[in-house]
């Protein structure tokens, strides 16, 4: 039993105020992990983004939608004079084509054809979203020749698709004005959600066949062409237009990434300006309950040093008390993050989702879901923990020690 | 001339020698602020106390005896005077010596028990000697001892609200005493026991002084100036007189009256 010792054990001489501070501060920790944990997460897709969207650049049929209307589709053989451009190091060929769906869940729905294997992409207006399959697989390299598809999460409800099962695209699809001259028959190998209803409107098959169904046969709709370095955008652009000329329209992506990684950062912004403020008040409850301890010790403090107690003596018993109230909280915090982690980040970033759909069009609950916060305990998130703890100690440790040093023990002695 | 050895009857504080005696005050006097003016607390108190007694302070609340053992203590320094124990001047002393005196020097007894009360009644007698740097072994068995010597080694274990008044005031004592101290400072010590607990308690302290230590009791209980070798009594900051308790209590008993007041 050392002095040490005492300052842990007295955080328990006041049983209901030091469980009711441990729990306020439990939850504190566990909310501050939390946000730390989505900003990490928000700065991760923002630098990804940063890295593949900054190098990005698309080239579709002049006056087109990203949705492949407006105008006739691109020869397919553009693809080897883009290769030939300096510094693209990838192109990659889609065929987007949009069916108006007047008595459906969603008025339209879009043929993508794309080369299995490479990047699955979904388009809009404007919206780029990389699917996640949440049930079956992806389109793979030997599904290219093959009679195959993904399907977004609002067409699989809407016409009861389901993997492994076929499903006839074109003529279950039997409204007026559908654009699918050949109907085929394929079998479903994954459903996917992207984020964005236009995104999950869409079925996804190989490129040939893609080409087949629509009688497209030797076009492209939309390139993909991915440029070594940022720096060199600007050249593979100008490259790009006199290859091409003015049949076909090159879109940078420098403004899609300046108003994706705003809208990421304001979130990111928010989720910091959050844990700093939880930081802040984790700290100041600590000081403060520290304090009242302090006070109400006074006649304590007076007493230890009459029995010869030097100030740091008492000092140490204080500040072991507030780093000891300090690490419960923060093991508390670390459980209750691995209980509640998820919940608390789907509260905050719905409370986000508003103010960034107003900045990023097609920013849904589902983003908010697939952006990667990891809310299982790791090495660095007991780090957090630990420094939480440290931090609440030295911070609900100051009073205490400065009024320790300063106090006379006479006049404690007469503080009752 | 030697004052320090035990007085003889008749004989009183005022007639030992201040640089003989193990604690001397000189002219003490101690002020506080108290609205817009102050309070005089001692007024020139001049006291010697020899090694091996027993005194008593008593007085109304608010005469200066507590405000004296602190001076003893060096928990506070006079205003003007001096405070010698064992010849040192307290007064030259630094704050770190202050403190190395309290944990080696003085025992201190509060008025209400003031145990930690977290704390077991073992592990309070051991906080002291946790302050010289006692190893915790050596603190626990001197702690056990101490225990068993103001009859409570059976209560090693329990918390002071698990405790009487009488045997917390009991526990104390024995953590006053953990380092040996050669002073022992008791503030009221039996205000807040029966009649029947302060007896006890009283004859502890009166233990101590028989084997040796130098025992200042401050209090309003008769208890205490019987058991005492010395009673100084304070009015108004001042000491309002001195007697030999116990010549006083023989030449009582002898029916010849005697030098009390």
Redesign the interface.
């Known amino acids: 039993m050392d002095t040490v010792w005492n300052g842990f054990r007295d955080v328990f001489r006041s049983r209901i105020r030091s469980v009711l501070v441990i729990l306020i501060l439990g939850l504190t920790v566990a909310t501050l992990v939390t946000l730390i944990q989505i900003a990490a997460g928000i700065g991760q897709v923002n630098r990804q983004l940063q890295a593949e969207l900054s190098t990005l650049i698309e080239v579709r049929a002049a006056g087109s939608t990203a949705m492949g209307k407006g105008a006739d589709p691109l020869p397919e053989a553009i693809v080897e004079q883009i290769e030939k451009v300096p510094h693209v190091v990838k192109v990659e060929k889609f065929l987007f084509n949009r069916s108006d769906n007047p008595g459906g869940r969603f008025p339209v729905w879009v043929v993508v054809g794309l080369e299995p294997g490479k990047t699955i992409r979904v388009n809009s207006h404007g919206e780029v979203g990389t699917p996640t399959v949440f049930e079956g697989r992806s389109l793979e390299p030997d599904d290219l020749g093959k009679a195959v598809a993904m399907v977004g999460q609002i067409w699989a409800a809407e016409y009861e698709a389901r993997t492994g099962r076929p499903v006839r695209i074109g003529t279950r699809l039997t409204v007026e004005g559908s654009e699918i001259p050949r109907p085929a028959e394929v079998e479903v190998v994954g459903l996917y959600r992207a984020g964005f209803v236009f995104g999950d409107s869409q079925v996804i098959v190989p490129f040939p066949l893609a080409q087949q169904m629509t009688g497209k046969e030797g076009k492209v709709t939309n390139v993909f062409v991915t440029v070594d370095t940022v720096g060199n955008v600007e050249a593979v652009e100008q490259g790009l237009r006199e290859a091409l000329g003015e049949a076909a329209d090159i879109l940078v992506g420098r403004e899609n990434v300046r108003v994706l990684s705003e809208g990421l950062a304001g979130i990111q912004a928010n989720a910091t300006l959050s844990a700093a403020v939880a930081t802040v008040a984790g700290a100041l409850i600590v000081l403060l309950t520290m304090v009242l301890v302090t006070r109400q010790r006074t006649w304590e403090i007076g007493m230890l040093k009459a029995m010869g107690a030097s100030g740091g003596d008492v000092a140490r018993q204080f500040v072991a008390e507030a780093v000891a109230l300090g690490t419960i909280s923060s093991t508390l915090g670390l459980a209750l993050f691995a209980l509640m982690g998820p919940r608390v980040g789907e509260v905050f970033l719905s409370g986000a989702r508003f103010a960034v759909r107003l900045a990023i069009p097609g920013f849904s609950e589902q983003s908010a879901a697939e952006l990667p916060v990891r809310y299982g305990l790791s090495l660095a998130v007991v780090g957090y923990a630990i420094g939480m703890a440290v931090l609440f100690g030295a911070v609900g440790s100051l009073y205490p020690v400065m009024r320790a040093l300063r106090l006379r023990p006479a006049e404690a002695l007469r503080h009752v | 001339m030697s004052r320090l050895a035990p007085l003889r009857a008749g004989e009183t504080l005022a007639d030992t020698h201040l640089g003989e005696a193990i604690v001397g005050v000189e002219g003490a006097v101690k002020e506080y602020p108290f609205g817009p003016g102050i309070i005089r607390a001692l007024d020139g108190v001049t006291l010697a106390v020899p090694r091996g007694r027993m005194v008593a302070l008593l007085g109304p609340s608010g005469s200066g005896k507590t405000v004296l053992l ?1 001076l003893i ?1 060096g ?2 320094q006079p205003d003007r005077g001096r405070v010698l124990v064992d010849g040192r001047d307290l007064g030259r002393m630094t704050a ?1 010596q202050l ?2 005196y ?3 020097t ?1 025992g ?1 007894v ?1 008025q209400g028990f ?1 145990l ?4 077991s009644a073992l ?1 309070n007698i ?3 000697l ?3 740097g006692v190893s ?1 072994r050596e603190s626990l068995r001197q702690a056990r001892e101490m225990l068993a010597a103001v009859g409570l080694a059976a209560r090693a274990s329990h918390t002071p609200p698990q405790l009487s008044g009488g045997e917390q005031q009991r526990v104390a004592i024995a ?2 005493l953990a ?1 040996d101290p050669p002073i022992l400072l008791a503030d009221d010590p039996i205000g807040n026991v029966d009649s029947r607990l302060g007896g006890e308690i009283v004859g502890i302290l009166r233990q101590m002084a028989d084997r040796g230590k130098t025992v200042v009791v401050a209090g309003h209980h008769a208890a205490i100036e019987e058991a005492a070798d010395e009673v100084v009594y304070f009015r108004d900051g001042r000491i309002e007189r001195v007697w030999n308790a116990r010549a006083a209590q023989r030449v009582s008993e002898s029916g010849r009256g005697g030098n009390r007041p």
């Open positions: 602190n203590s928990l506070e770190r403190t190395a309290r944990r080696s003085i201190f509060f003031n930690i009360p977290n704390l592990e051991m906080l002291p946790e302050f010289v915790e953590r006053a380092n």
